[in-house]
């Protein structure tokens, strides 16, 4: 079974509006960390937002946020008032356990595009 | 602001030919990993190192591989004879010693690696 699942290849969002990029994860271990990362066409993963199991809020920076729903193991990201900037690869990845320097997996990925 | 360097940007290589990709991982980071990405593919993970051994590797990460921190600022991929379906994005990354947040991951920019 996968562990992260973003079901959505590929979507499309007018500038300035809001979109919500879609991740499910599947893990048994209740210690867990989630992140975005953004892949732009130049290829480099650029870190974006992280939020932990057991934290309370949902994580936010900047136009970031990321709605957590830990009873349907969903992390998705939103981020507000695109810009045409953020037309990347956006990966959803996990890490499991308490261990420090544990490793990542990751998603497909969504591609997102903003139209002007 | 710190950041995972590697060079080279690109390598090419014939089949059967060793490969040395290299990076620099944050200053004051102890744990670094190597990721690799097939071209429209998730990222997916090689292998961690911490404390001058490596800590987990994936099945990816056969007898052909193998990392080295030869000084204090470099860290080394080596692939030993280079097979056509090496040819994939190369990813270094790093992360401090610490819980939570802290624990994030930072990627450099990878090597584009093209076995012929």
């Known amino acids: 079974a996968q562990k992260i699942t973003q079901t959505q290849p590929g979507m499309f969002v007018q500038e300035k509006e809001a979109v919500t990029l879609d991740c499910t994860y599947d893990t048994s271990d209740p210690s867990y960390g989630l992140f975005w990362y953004k892949q732009p066409s130049s290829g480099e993963m650029i870190f974006l937002i992280y939020q932990g199991s057991y934290d309370q809020q949902n994580a936010t920076e900047g136009r970031y946020s990321l709605n957590f729903q830990k009873a349907r193991k969903s992390a998705n990201l939103v981020i507000s008032a695109s810009q045409l900037g953020d037309s990347a690869m956006y990966f959803c990845?996990?890490?499991?356990?308490?261990?420090?320097?544990?490793?990542?997996?990751f998603g497909q990925g969504t591609e997102l595009s903003v139209k002007p | 602001e710190p950041e995972v360097t590697q060079t080279p940007s690109h390598q090419v290589t014939q089949m059967g030919q060793e490969v040395i990709l290299r990076c620099v991982p944050i200053?004051?980071?102890?744990?670094f990993y190597w990721y690799r990405q097939i071209l429209g593919q998730k990222v997916e993970f090689l292998v961690s190192f911490y404390n001058n051994e490596i800590s987990e590797k994936s099945e990816i990460f056969d007898d052909q591989f193998s990392v080295e921190r030869p000084d204090g600022s470099n860290f080394t991929l080596k692939i030993r004879s280079t097979k056509l379906e090496d040819s994939a994005m190369y990813f270094c990354a790093s992360s401090e010693e610490a819980a939570g947040r802290e624990d994030t991951q930072y990627f450099g920019p990878g090597t584009r690696l093209t076995v012929l």
């Open positions: 990845a996990m890490r499991e356990g308490d261990n420090q320097g544990g490793k990542l997996i």
């Open positions: 200053s004051n980071h102890l744990y």
